[in-house]
Structure formats: C-alpha cells, structure tokens
C-alpha cells in the first residue's frame, strides 16, 4: 500500500542577498507601521501555513544576524541559516542552502521584496501543491513569467536545481519548466510586484498606506 504521509513544511525567507540595486539591505526596509520587511514576510509566512513545523530565514553570513536580532512572536522558532556559498549572488543560493541543512522538507519560499504578496495569496499556492506529484508549485504572471522564488519547492525539485546549480532566477524558472512544476496565477497580479529599487518600494508602500 503506498505511503500518504505527507511531506513536512518549512517555511524560509531569503534575506541573504546583496540587494545593490537597492542600495540597502531590503530585508530591513520599512513596512509604513515602521517593522522591517522581515519581520512582515516572516509573518506572512506563517498565516499562509501556520502547521508549518519550523521557519527559516537565511542570511549571507553571520554578521548579519545583528540587524536581524528582532523576531516576531511565532508559535515556532525562527531558525537561521548561512549561505553555504556567500560568495555566489544568485537568488536561489539561499534555496540550495535550505536544501543542504534538510533535504526531506517541502519550503514554501519567499523574498522580502515582494511587500504586496499576502497569506491568502500564499494559501492559493499551498492548495495547488500536490507534494506526490508536483517537485514545485510557484506563480506566474500574467506575462507567463514564472516566480520561483514565491513558491513551495519539495525535495525533488531541489535536488534538481542542485545538480544544475541552479542560483539565478533565470536557472530556477528552467528548472521550474525540467521538472514540470505547477504554475498559477495569482488572484491579484500586483501581489508579484517585486521591488528592486528605493522607487519601487516607495510606491508599494504608498498602495499600503492608502495613499
């Protein structure tokens, strides 16, 4: 008989980019009630998927730990993890990080640098995740552009990225399409507003004040 045990989630927030574009680091970015972004995303995260067995948050090195010292109050601890290759910028390091320290687990990722994206968009991707069938669920946008840093990735898929080397999003999104991962389409398109640069931020921050 087939086993039906269901995989175990981790949630992960990837805060160990060099954010240049920027200029500063987006993890410490300010939400309008004066929070950093990771606290919010750490937060968000866990609505979507509050039986989430552990929360991860990976950072470049461990200095970085100081200006992250501030954790929200979460029913599970806020682990970190440092990525394996600091000196490798692309997005998806944390990713393979996250893989390394345990590869069983099914993540559901996400960046600081989605500010629009909510739980409930989050709970949409959680309910088209078929952990038997589907190495990695993750959005896409109205322009058919694959988001595979909004998404949940099993161990398969990532193991998959893994002896690609897969780091950029560019490698993410072919390895989305090599292991047939599910696509989405958000229920709002400006959930997927990504925030590159101080004007991007400003105007995400301006929808959720209401200005």
């Keep these: 008989m087939p086993s039906t045990?269901?995989?175990?989630?981790?949630l992960l927030l990837l805060a160990g980019g060099q954010s240049s574009r920027m200029g500063r680091p987006k993890s410490l970015l300010p939400f309008p009630d004066g929070r950093p972004s990771y606290l919010h995303t750490l937060e968000t995260l866990h609505r979507a998927c509050p039986e989430a067995e552990g929360a991860y948050m990976t950072l470049r090195e461990p200095s970085q730990l100081l200006q992250h010292n501030q954790l929200p109050s979460l029913p599970v601890e806020v682990h970190f993890i440092y990525n394996s290759q600091p000196e490798n910028l692309g997005p998806g390091q944390g990713l393979m990080s996250a893989f390394e320290h345990d590869?069983?687990?099914?993540?559901?990722?996400?960046?600081?640098d989605y500010p629009l994206m909510t739980a409930s968009e989050l709970k949409h991707l959680l309910a088209h995740h078929h952990p038997e069938d589907s190495p990695v669920t993750c959005f896409e946008?109205?322009?058919?552009?694959?988001?595979?840093?909004?998404?949940?990735?099993g161990?398969?898929?990532?193991?998959?990225?893994?002896?690609?080397?897969?780091?950029?999003?560019?490698?993410?999104?072919?390895?989305?399409?090599e292991v047939g991962g599910t696509k989405i389409r958000p229920l709002y398109d400006h959930s997927l507003f990504n925030t590159n640069?101080?004007?991007d931020w400003d105007a995400a921050m301006g929808l959720l004040a209401g200005k």
Excluded: F
Excluded at 5 to 10: A, D, G, K, L, S
Excluded at 103 to 112: I, K, Q, R
Excluded at 143 to 151: F, G, H
């Design 103 to 112: 590869p069983a687990s099914h993540w559901l990722v996400m960046p600081c």
């Design 197 to 199: 640069v101080q004007e």
């Design 141 to 153: 946008s109205g322009r058919a552009e694959l988001e595979p840093l909004v998404a949940i990735w």
């Design 5 to 10: 045990e269901i995989p175990r989630v981790n």
């Design 155 to 177: 161990s398969s898929g990532l193991a998959h990225a893994a002896q690609q080397n897969a780091t950029t999003h560019a490698d993410l999104q072919r390895v989305v399409r």
